[in-house]
């Protein structure tokens, strides 16, 4: 199978350190629990902070919207289950009161948001008002008297257990242990961890009396990624009896095909799966065990290679539908759902961390400015699907009525843009995404603040600070989409260097305090036709997906703003076929001269504008167009050719 030996294995780093869940002292000394330890390691969220620029814009946007959410709200259904008083006003959507997915949001994500945001911000009010919110649900907690929390009552798990209809009762446990994880990790609250440690034990008492045969039944109903908080859980605290939790939810029907190099995933729901495997990694990174490992780089290149779309989202109608490398019929309203986003990019920082391969961060790149960048709207409210069709719209939740699931995941990731702009291993450092920031590494007495305007500006530009002259390899992206080369400069001068696309740059020398490194990167357009149907094409400019604007008729705040409902259904606006010539097939689209990052359609009957889809609101648009198949049969070996060269960022190909 294409790719399956691709990824070395078991790669050591020095100095050992856990890479998901901070290695923590715990009435006693310091203790790393991985086995599995990554080639190359991400810098803490608290040493690297965002300089002015859009992501900084976007995590501000989100940080209020965090701070807006009233913490009585927030517990209400809790307390309610937990038998206790409140007269809050309850929340709406999934958090209705009669909703069975009541409490994924309020006491799981919110909490994961908020740890995240106050290590990439330092923000002490958030902070004090999670552990307030921490409090609050530790007292519902122990109302209850044996461990369990949630917003709905224990029956619920009954139903599960006799195989009656009900919606992923796990699913929301693993919100809620998670979100009281990431409090302890990221903000010290000891309560938090006795809260999911009790969590945990109630976890293990409900599946200790099932066999084999009945949990593998169980597992059939969405859970979330019970897998991974249990193997974090063990990863912060050296607890055996967590790992032999988290194997009971270790799904065979889903691992076994992968665990054999076999893509069995179509028709399976997208977000419910993906985070399995990423318990997968980390059953592979605490226990050593070499199945998981495979289970989840093959399954990473089969998603990345053959199931995602320009953006580098995945899913529609929340379904892989369609076989793989075949998705010209999943061209809709409702196209790659947001978690499923979410999950592949925290999926691929396992990925990379094992290889240190850039092939992985080009995936990244694609998937964060594009699948992620652009969700959120000005108020904070976030998308569930992401239209990349013909005439569809971007559309979000409304403030205190829905709480979907991508309203959850989307809080978390616009908490954390800093945390995989800049990786290290014993010799340096690697840049791997071009994002305004600033890096600290005391250990080394180094400082790194890059300063950028990407995209607008097709480069960047590193500074290093250091109390001492230091030897450290620099090592930069050369994205897959650099294909114009580029140039680079040190202290003003020009290097006669550069590196091919899909690789790093690096620069090793004995670096001193001022030291300046400039490159520049030019961006060029190329198309990604869909997979498996090449008269279905998007354009990109660099990493950029690019949408045509097509007016905003018909949208009103209805249609635009939404409650229970994931989808706000309507009628799409019409947009224009294209029509491409033989000898450059990408020709049909030109820079419009007016702004940076602005283009339009040319040579055709309608000149249509276009603009970075993550820039797009407030406006119908065209991701994927329909292009004259007369055109695209007369491109013959060139077409396909064209399609092989754009699959170099997806997967690692053999």
């Known amino acids: 199978m294409a790719g399956a030996s691709a990824l070395p294995r078991r790669l050591r780093a020095e100095p050992p350190q856990n890479p998901v869940v901070n290695a923590v002292r715990r009435n006693g000394p310091l203790e790393n629990h991985e086995q599995a330890p990554w080639k190359v390691l991400p810098f803490p969220n608290t040493r690297v902070r965002l300089l002015d620029g859009v992501f900084k814009e976007q995590t501000e946007i989100n940080q209020r919207y965090l701070h807006l959410l009233p913490n009585d709200r927030l517990v209400h259904t809790f307390r309610l289950t937990a038998g206790l008083p409140s007269n809050a006003q309850p929340l709406g959507g999934w958090e209705k009161p009669d909703c069975e997915l009541r409490g994924h949001f309020t006491g799981g994500h919110y909490l994961s948001a908020s740890a995240l945001m106050y290590t990439s911000t330092s923000d002490e009010d958030l902070k004090n008002k999670a552990n307030d919110l921490v409090t609050k649900l530790a007292q519902c907690q122990g109302a209850h008297g044996n461990g369990y929390l949630s917003a709905f009552p224990e029956e619920f798990f009954d139903r599960l257990r006799e195989g009656k209809p009900v919606w992923a009762p796990f699913y ?4 809620i242990m998670a979100g009281h994880l990431d409090m302890y990790t990221h903000c010290g609250n000891e309560q938090a961890l006795d809260t999911c440690e009790k969590m945990a034990a109630w976890v293990d008492r409900w599946v200790a009396p099932l066999s084999d045969e009945h949990m593998q039944r169980v597992l059939e109903v969405e859970q979330g990624g019970m897998l991974e908080v249990l193997c974090n859980l063990y990863a912060a605290t050296g607890r055996e009896d967590y790992l032999r939790t988290a194997a009971r939810f270790d799904h065979r029907a889903v691992f076994n095909p992968l665990a054999e190099y076999r893509d069995e995933l179509t028709a399976l729901h997208a977000n419910t799966n993906i985070p399995k495997i990423i318990g997968a990694a980390r059953q592979y990174e605490v226990t ?7 289970i989840a780089s093959y399954f990473w290149q089969e998603v990345t290679g053959r199931r995602i779309f320009c953006t580098g989202g995945t899913s529609f109608r929340e379904h892989w539908m369609a076989d793989a490398g075949k998705l010209g ?20 920082r396992h990925i990379y961390g094992w290889t240190g391969d850039p092939r992985a961060m080009d995936y990244y790149e694609r998937t964060l400015f594009n699948s992620r960048l652009g969700t959120q709207d000005p108020h904070g409210l976030k998308s569930y699907f992401l239209p990349l069709g013909r005439g569809w719209w971007k559309y979000y939740n409304s403030p205190y009525n829905s709480f979907w699931c991508c309203t959850g995941t989307g809080a978390e990731e616009f908490s954390k843009f800093n945390d995989t702009i800049y990786f290290h291993d014993a010799r340096g450092v ?6 305004a920031s600033e890096l600290s590494w005391p250990e080394k ?13 097709e480069g960047t530009a590193l500074i290093i600070r250091v109390r001492q002259p230091i030897k450290l390899a620099l090592n930069i992206r050369v994205p897959y989409w650099a294909t114009q080369g580029g140039t680079l400069s040190l202290n003003w001068r020009p290097l006669p ?3 091919s696309p899909g690789s790093y740059l690096t620069i090793e020398r004995l670096w001193n305090d001022g030291d300046r490194v400039d490159v520049n990167m030019p961006m060029s357009l ?24 097509l007016g905003s008729e018909g949208l009103t ?10 989808s706000p259904g309507g009628t799409p606006a019409p947009a224009p076929e294209i029509q491409a010539g033989t000898a450059n097939p990408g020709g049909w689209v030109e820079a419009s001269g007016k702004q940076p990052l602005r283009f339009q359609t040319a040579g055709q009957s309608q000149t249509v504008e276009m603009e970075p889809l993550y820039q797009v609101a407030d406006q119908k648009y065209v991701v994927y167009w329909k292009v004259n198949s007369t055109s695209i049969a007369a491109r013959g070996n060139s077409s396909k050719h064209l399609s092989k060269s754009e699959q170099t960022y997806r997967g690692f190909a053999d």
Do not use: W
């Open 172 to 175: 929301t446990l693993h919100k």
């Open 288 to 294: 050593g065990d070499e199945r998981y490992h495979d």
């Open 329 to 348: 019929s999943e061209v809709g309203q409702d196209m790659e759902e947001c978690c499923c986003g979410y999950n592949m990019l925290k999926l691929t």
């Open 430 to 435: 690697y840049v791997n995404l071009f994002i």
């Open 445 to 457: 007495g180094v400082e790194l603040r890059q300063e950028t305007k990407f995209p607008e500006q």
């Open 497 to 499: 260097a550069f590196a």
């Open 526 to 549: 190329h198309v990604d036709a869909l997979p498996g149907d090449e008269t279905q094409q998007a354009m990109m400019y660099g990493p950029l997906v690019l949408a045509g604007r």
């Open 557 to 566: 705040t209805a249609a635009t703003y939404l409650g229970y409902d994931t």
